[in-house]
């Protein structure tokens, strides 16, 4: 399934629901509103609510089938629970990392950076956007940036659990844009700490929908393209990851996950910040990021 989180414009009112070939279908509605209306409250719902989901999808009524014009899609999960972004999972993006010239960026060590186990921080809830929403460049950065990632969705609660028993815990998944104020986060980086480079208002594009695990097949090859106005900037495959899915749930489990909880796999190189001479995003750009089996997500930055 290809799970949604949309508002009925003739209502007003926000929904879970499926895209499918015919339209976004309501599921809180075509269920005669036994299924939540959120998105986390359905996760909650375990398999239970995922196999009545599938049923009523089978049989889904025009009353509660919806055209791309009479809704405004949000976020899958429009309000996760935490964000936990993995640093540099791509070792091609770590070797790009450790090039990067701008004086801002040196004397970080990244040539230190070690793989004893997956390493990252969170990113806070409130930045997460929808495909197709705009993003205005924050008045305290000059070096707004993007990165090509896959949210891993987890859709059932996970503590300490083993690589083997990893999958089970995952949902699906869905597209990320990790955007980034770049000096921002190098200043930040300096200090050994990382909050408003990652974290401000829509840096956190996700979307457009969360695709269901049995949908998505093999996880671990899934090719990754984002495009700047249209030019190929950053092109790999999931295979490419330091660790892979399983893993890094496994190893964020330490702490306790919750339905609707995304991780992110990282970013593979190709980011504006390892240009020669970068030319940093500005209004009327557009970033459209593709995953196999995923979708598009599409962000464009406005004034």
């Not at 949309?6 to 015919?22: M, Q, V």
């Not at 036994?34 to 049989?59: H, N, V």
Request: include cysteine; aromatic fraction near 8%; glycine fraction near 8%.
């Amino acid at each position: 399934m290809k799970l949604v989180t949309f508002t009925i414009k003739s209502s007003g009112t926000n929904t879970i629901g499926a895209y499918t070939e015919n339209g976004y279908v309501d599921l809180h509605g075509q269920s005669q509103n036994t299924l939540p209306k959120t998105m986390i409250e359905f996760l909650e719902g375990g398999e239970e609510a995922l196999a009545k989901a599938e049923t009523l999808l089978a049989s889904a009524s025009a009353e509660h089938t919806y055209t791309e014009e009479q809704i405004n899609l949000l976020a899958p999960v429009p309000r996760p629970g935490k964000i936990i972004h993995t640093s540099c999972n791509f070792d091609a993006h770590l070797e790009e990392l450790s090039g990067w010239q701008a004086p801002e960026w040196q004397d970080h060590g990244w040539g230190d950076f070690h793989f004893e186990h997956p390493t990252g921080f969170l990113q806070a809830s409130s930045c997460i956007t929808p495909s197709g929403t705009g993003i205005e460049i924050p008045r305290f950065t000059k070096q707004l940036d993007f990165e090509i990632e896959v949210a891993i969705i987890i859709g059932k609660t996970a503590k300490c659990v083993t690589v083997e028993e990893a999958m089970d815990y995952v949902v699906g998944l869905a597209i990320f844009n990790d955007v980034s104020a770049r000096d921002i986060q190098a200043r930040e980086h300096a200090n050994k700490v990382i909050l408003m480079g990652k974290s401000f208002d829509g840096s956190c594009p996700l979307g457009p929908w969360l695709v269901t695990k049995d949908e998505i097949g093999d996880c671990e090859n899934l090719e990754m393209t984002l495009t700047l106005n249209d030019e190929v900037r950053q092109h790999a495959n999931t295979s490419e990851t330091h660790y892979n899915i399983a893993q890094l749930v496994s190893w964020w489990s330490e702490m306790t996950l919750e339905p609707g909880d995304i991780i992110t796999t990282g970013s593979p190189p190709g980011v504006i910040s390892g240009m020669e001479n970068p030319e940093w995003l500005k209004p009327g750009d557009l970033i459209e990021c593709h995953v196999d089996k995923l979708g598009c997500l599409v962000t464009p930055i406005i004034d």
